[in-house]
Structures are given as C-alpha cells and as structure tokens.
C-alpha cells in the first residue's frame, strides 16, 4: 500500500522560511504529477503548487516569487520551499500525488497533512 510521509511544518514568524517535503513509499509505480494544498482555518482546501514529471511548474497567484516546488524523482519525493512567509499562508499543507501502476491506471494520494502556523 502506498504511503505518503510529510514532514518540514512548524511556526515560524513573518519573513521565516520552511521547506516541506513528502516521500512515497512503494514500488511498481512512476509519478506523474506532484504538488501542494493547503486548507486554512474554515476555508477550502486550495491548490498551491504543481510540477508536472517534465517538469513544469505552476503556483497559486498568492505563493508565486515566494514558494518553490521541486521533485526528487529517485527519492520518490516532492518539496515544497516556502520563503518570505507570511500569515495568511497559515495552514494544513497536503502532499498529492498522482501514480501511474504499470498496466493498471492512474491513482491518486494524499498525504497526512503537515501544519504551517506563521505568526509573530
């Protein structure tokens, strides 16, 4: 069974730096595209940054010049490098990735959930 692990979140204050990072376990499997949610206090879950296996990227209007993704694909691994953070970035964050099994389909995985809390 395919896990997804996240890890990286904490508090850090306004203009603090964090990096997430979500490892899949498995085999059998090559990933297509990776990226970041994130659900604040009584909102919606929101997109935040996607890379394609290209890789291309692309991020919320929100995080762009801020926020950067990247992909490990040996490691089975995405990241999510968070600069210049600000409150309103505070949130749950949500690895998702989507796996092609040989033969079978594509799936797709959430992660647990890592909490950002960005405060003074």
């Known amino acids: 069974q395919v896990q997804l692990v996240e890890s990286g979140g904490g508090l850090v204050q306004p203009g603090g730096s964090l990096r997430l990072s979500c490892s899949a376990s498995?085999?059998?499997?090559?990933?297509?595209?990776m990226g970041w949610y994130r659900q604040a206090p009584g909102k919606q879950r929101e997109l935040v940054a996607t890379?394609?296996?290209?890789?291309?990227?692309k991020y919320a209007d929100s995080v762009k010049g801020r926020f950067t993704i990247s992909r490990d694909n040996a490691k089975n691994t995405v990241y999510l490098q968070m600069n210049n953070l600000k409150p309103e970035d505070t949130a749950v964050y949500y690895c998702?990735?989507?796996?092609?099994?040989?033969?079978?389909?594509?799936?797709?995985?959430w992660g647990q959930g890592t909490q950002v809390t960005v405060s003074s």
């Open positions: 498995g085999s059998g499997f090559s990933i297509n595209t």
């Open positions: 998702n990735v989507h796996l092609l099994w040989s033969r079978v389909g594509v799936y797709d995985y």
């Open positions: 890379i394609t296996s290209a890789p291309s990227t």
